[in-house]
């Protein structure tokens, strides 16, 4: 079946970086279009971005337009998300999933903005 870790969360000061990653197995995932969706305390699933399969399309949510970057390796199967210029209202669990709804993913990854 479907299998989705990510890593690379963590505290980050207001203004910083990180890059998650996501490793997928057990679906053809150079075929399938990705998407990124996080959970912020005590709300529900938003969609942050969508790369299609080929990485040729992607679609940003418009808090994040500017600062986050989606992409992928299909020969590593692994998606990306470069995420610059972090807020405080970017802390949340994020999720790779492989529906823009975020119903199939990962066990998500913590990212805390915090000074």
């Known amino acids: 079946g479907v299998h989705l870790v990510e890593s690379g969360g963590g505290l980050v000061q207001p203004g910083g970086s990180l890059r998650l990653s996501c490793a997928a197995s057990g679906f053809p995932f150079s075929r399938q279009a990705m998407t990124w969706v996080r959970q912020a305390p005590g709300k529900g699933l938003e969609r942050v971005s969508t790369?299609?399969?080929?990485?040729?399309?992607?679609y940003y949510t418009g808090s994040v337009v500017g600062r986050f970057t989606i992409s992928r390796d299909n020969a590593k199967n692994t998606l990306y998300l470069q995420m610059n210029s972090l807020k405080a209202q970017d802390t949340a669990v994020y999720y790779c999933?492989?529906?823009?709804?975020?119903?199939?993913r990962g066990q998500g990854t913590q990212v805390t903005v915090s000074s």
């Open positions: 999933a492989t529906d823009s709804a975020g119903e199939t």
């Open positions: 790369i299609s399969s080929d990485g040729g399309s992607t």
